[in-house]
T-cell receptor, first 116, second 116 residues
Framework: AQSVTQLGSHVSVSEGALVLLRCNYS??????LFWYVQYPNQGLQLLLK??????LVKGINGFEAEFKKSETSFHLTKPSAHMSDAAEYFC??????????????FGTGTRLQVFP | DAMVIQNPRYQVTQFGKPVTLSCSQT?????MYWYQQKSSQAPKLLFH???????NEADTPDNFQSRRPNTSFCFLDIRSPGLGDAAMYLC???????????????FGPGTRLTVL
């Protein structure tokens, strides 16, 4: 079975400050991991994904995440927050294709607020 | 641009009155998903199609049904909507798992359902 835990349902930062959104996973097989962003009244948009290649993954809008197997973590970071980053962020896990799973398992989400 | 389209974006229905939400995709993806997302919660998978193979989640109420007449279209039918069914409904697609596309899912903008 797989699961993800997002620590902190709400995170607030000042514009220009570091953004750190935490995600820890549980998986009995090597995981594939994703971060999605959701703006109000919109669908989810993929920010970045880890699929067993480089452990440091760069995504869109200046975000990146590092896969740390020893810590079972996949935290999302951005060096300098922008007002437009305010949104809901979801971490998700799935299995590699060989396991024939079509599903993503989502975390409960973290709402990021950015203050001027 | 290839995309996932959901119509309508906002749907209002009456308690007990059947409603159908639609999703279409120009990505030619094999897998299509329907999620229910309530306020401040993660998307909850209702069911998905792998081609024409229908996969229902164990906890999806019988009130929810789906049709996929062809690769491009998928419909969500709510036979007798209750107040608790008011939510955002998200459609998503992903490629054939055999092509090792890691279950990356592409989401539509969602349909917000209101039940009066």
């Amino acid at each position: 079975a797989q699961s993800v835990t997002q620590l902190g349902s709400h995170v607030s930062v000042s514009e220009g400050a570091l953004v750190l959104l935490r995600c820890n996973y549980s998986s009995s097989v090597p995981p594939y991991l994703f971060w999605y962003v959701q703006y109000p009244n919109q669908g989810l948009q993929l920010l970045l994904k880890y699929t067993s290649a480089a452990t440091l993954v760069k995504g869109i809008n200046g975000f990146e995440a590092e896969f740390k197997k020893s810590e079972t973590s996949f935290h999302l970071t951005k060096p300098s927050a922008h007002m437009s980053d305010a949104a809901e962020y979801f971490c998700a896990v799935t299995t590699p294709p060989a396991y024939n799973t079509d599903k993503l398992i989502f975390g409960t989400g973290t709402r990021l607020q950015v203050f001027p | 641009d290839a995309m996932v389209i959901q119509n309508p974006r906002y749907q209002v229905t009456q308690f007990g009155k059947p409603v159908t939400l639609s999703c279409s995709q120009t990505l030619n993806h094999n897998v299509m998903y329907w999620y229910q997302q309530k306020s401040s919660q993660a998307p909850k998978l209702l069911f998905h199609y792998y081609d024409k193979d229908f996969n229902n989640e164990a906890d999806t109420p019988d009130n929810f049904q789906s049709r996929r007449p062809n690769t491009s279209f998928c419909f969500l039918d709510i036979r007798s909507p209750g107040l608790g069914d008011a939510a955002m409904y998200l459609c998503a697609t992903s490629r054939d798992r055999e092509r090792a596309h890691h279950n990356e899912q592409f989401f539509g903008p969602g349909t917000r359902l209101t039940v009066l």
